[in-house]
């Protein structure tokens, strides 16, 4: 990975659910002095719409294209994604397009950093047992470019949590989807009832203090369908979802209000008090 | 057993498609991982990818084209991932989705999502918006409808019924 300047595309889902989310990247980026491009032409990727099958590849190529043609024009031959589906899809249709422009994920370049990172930090997770969740357009699509474990074993966010100071748990799904499922986030939700229903189930019973997810889709699942499966099956899961931009920049000392936690549905102020002692 | 339509081509325009270049479906052996991975299948049970592939394969495309079963998937990847064989019954949904949706099929099972999201990328540049969240300034937007134009998106939207005007 080169260091010039990234391209930095931002998510859809971020920008209308927890548009904090990527002001916590920018204040991680700036404070390690990774330098982006943060371009306000830049059009979503179509990625989840794409998946839910409403954009002909024909589409998702053209809109590509476009944002391709940005990057270069702000002179970036990498780009930087805040979404893993982002991510997968840019990776995806710069093959189609036999574009050279290089692709990454944000959580890559703080786990590049993360030695350095450690020693800035204002607050530790020392104490604080959490679990991962990495997205599976991350891990499963580009599988053979997963850079830490591997696919069937993720270990970015795990290695991340650890240099941050904090204690990872392992649980059985690890590997299974959190439920978002494209188009049945947007229809009638069975599929993400049932499947964040399996994958919390199973978080609970090691009882994790946070689970760390590196994709706004997951953030975004397992955060709000919550409080919908408490009521609906009386299941008691309260399990504070946080996503690692906002982890890092709270660490580094960002307040709640800056990282954008009353976005969030699970409760996370209780965690981010013991954080900041 | 019937006999498997290996060999024949173009399995009514999949093989068509770019992105089933280099995809092992029809060196499927059946062994069933996929669907035993499968997160969809365990919440409905009429769902398999692997009977996907088997339909396939069999010539049975047009059935698959008309059904709900190609709906059903979560698009998470767990199948291409596992494939012992180098299948990938995630982008082959994908592929069926859109023959179907081009055939004039389905369209019922998107028009609601093209309506919210299709419409939001084609005023916004977004796919998701609320209120005072991120959007494209207008001459992005208008730069960016060129671009969806050139890939054939007004049109796509338009037979779905979402009006532009
Ligand atoms: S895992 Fe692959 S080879 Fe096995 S049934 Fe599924 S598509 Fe066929
Ligand atoms: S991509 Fe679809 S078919 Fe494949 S495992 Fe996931 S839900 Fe099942």
Redesign the pocket.
């Known amino acids: 990975m080169s260091r010039e300047r990234y391209y930095l595309f931002k998510s859809c889902i971020l920008g209308a659910y927890y548009p904090r989310v990527e002001d916590s990247l920018r204040i991680v980026f700036d404070r390690l002095g990774v330098r982006y491009f943060d371009d306000s032409n830049q059009s979503s990727c179509t990625g989840h719409g794409y998946h839910s099958g409403i954009y002909p590849l024909r589409s998702t190529l053209e809109v590509n294209r476009r944002n391709f043609s940005l990057a270069r024009t702000a002179g970036c031959d990498e780009i930087v994604t805040s979404c893993v589906t982002s991510y997968a899809t840019l990776k995806e249709m710069k093959k189609f397009l036999k574009d050279t422009v290089d692709i990454y994920h944000g959580s890559e370049v703080i786990h590049e950093n993360r030695d350095r990172l450690s020693e800035m930090l204002k607050y530790s997770l020392e104490g604080i047992r959490l679990v991962t969740h990495h997205g ?1 357009h991350y891990t499963k699509i580009f599988y053979e470019d997963v850079r830490v474990g591997g696919p069937e074993d993720p270990m970015l966010l795990d290695e991340i949590a650890v240099s941050l100071g904090a204690e990872v748990v392992e649980y059985e799904e690890k590997g299974l ?1 959190c439920g978002m ?1 494209f188009r049945h986030l947007l229809l009638d939700q069975e ?1 993400c009832r049932d499947i964040a229903l399996k994958k919390l189930t199973s978080i609970k019973k090691v009882e994790p203090d946070l689970i760390l997810v590196h994709c706004p889709g997951c953030l975004l699942t397992l955060d709000r369908f919550q409080p919908i499966l408490e009521e609906e099956t009386g299941v008691e899961l309260r399990i504070p979802v946080i996503h690692y931009a906002e982890l890092t920049a709270l660490l580094l000392g960002a307040n709640p209000d800056e990282i954008g936690a009353a976005a969030h549905q699970t409760r996370i102020d209780r965690v981010i008090e013991r954080i900041r002692g | 057993m019937r006999r498997m339509a290996i060999g024949q081509e173009p399995l009514e325009g999949v093989f068509e498609d770019p992105r089933m270049e280099g995809i092992g479906l029809r060196r499927c052996l059946q062994c069933g991982r ?2 035993g ?5 365990s919440v409905f049970r009429e ?1 398999s ?1 692997r009977m ?1 592939v088997l339909e396939i394969l069999e010539g049975r495309v047009s059935d698959l084209l008309r059904g709900d079963l190609i709906w ?9 991932l ?1 494939c012992p064989r180098g299948n990938s ?2 982008t082959v ?1 994908l592929v069926l989705r859109e023959l179907a949706l081009m055939r004039g099929y389905a369209r019922d099972k998107v028009r609601g999502i093209a309506e919210r999201c299709g419409r939001s990328i084609w005023e916004r540049g977004v796919n998701f918006h609320e209120e005072g969240s991120r959007e494209l300034p207008d001459r992005a937007v208008a730069d960016l409808k060129e671009a969806l134009k050139r890939g054939g998106y007004d049109s796509f939207l338009k037979r779905l019924g979402v009006d532009l005007s």
Request: charged share 5%.
């Open positions: 599976c989807c499922g599929y | 996929c669907t991975s499968c997160p969809a299948r769902f990818p996907i059903l998937c979560g698009q998470c990847y767990t199948c291409h596992r019954p995630a949904i």
